[in-house]
């Protein structure tokens, strides 16, 4: 509930909505198994990356559902940088440095969105695994991410608009 604190917005329902959808991806992002599986690091860098890659994933399907999925990305995307700001704060980042490597998170996190967008959008499959090699992704696994983020991808354009605006999602299990 902290996090909920750093910002508000909203009316109670949308907030509900997107902190349970929040929990969910910080729940998935944060399980141990694509770090077992070798795809992500578990560093604090590694983590940032795969909790940007999947909530950039994420973000790109609740804007296909208009105006009410827009405004419930920017929710969600609010949750994740309160979350990285009070990640900073829990590890003994001073104040005056925060807000500057915030930003710096929020730079990445937009070029990642973007490129990654790119990369699912393209026809041709080679555009994905060029973004993770092109960024460093994937751990000792870079072909598992691929094929997750595939997956991920598949799953959520298969889920449906009105589930998901009530902060019901489904994630894809990771194969080891």
């Known amino acids: 509930m902290r996090l909920m604190h750093l910002f508000s917005f909203g009316n109670r329902e949308r907030r509900a909505v997107a902190k349970a959808l929040y929990d969910s991806l910080m729940a998935t992002a944060l ?5 077992e599986a070798g795809f992500a690091v578990d560093t604090f860098e590694g983590r940032f990356e795969h909790v940007s890659l999947l909530s950039a994933v994420l973000l790109r399907r609740l804007r296909r559902e208009g105006a009410a999925g827009q405004t419930l990305a920017e929710d969600v995307y609010k949750l994740v940088f309160s979350g990285f700001d009070y990640a900073y704060r829990e590890t003994g980042v ?35 695994a060029a973004f993770i090699q092109r960024n460093g992704l994937g751990g000792r696994a870079p072909a598992a991410l691929e094929a997750y983020l595939r997956d991920l991808d598949t799953n959520l354009t298969n889920q449906t608009g009105a589930d998901l605006l009530r902060g019901k999602i489904n994630w894809p299990l990771v194969h080891k």
Request: aromatic content about 10%.
């Open 31 to 35: 399980d141990p198994a694509p770090f």
């Open 94 to 128: 001073g104040d005056s440095s925060i807000s500057r490597k915030v930003r710096g998170l929020g730079e990445t996190f937009f070029g990642f969105a973007t490129n990654l967008d790119n990369a699912l959008n393209a026809d041709e499959g080679a555009a994905l």
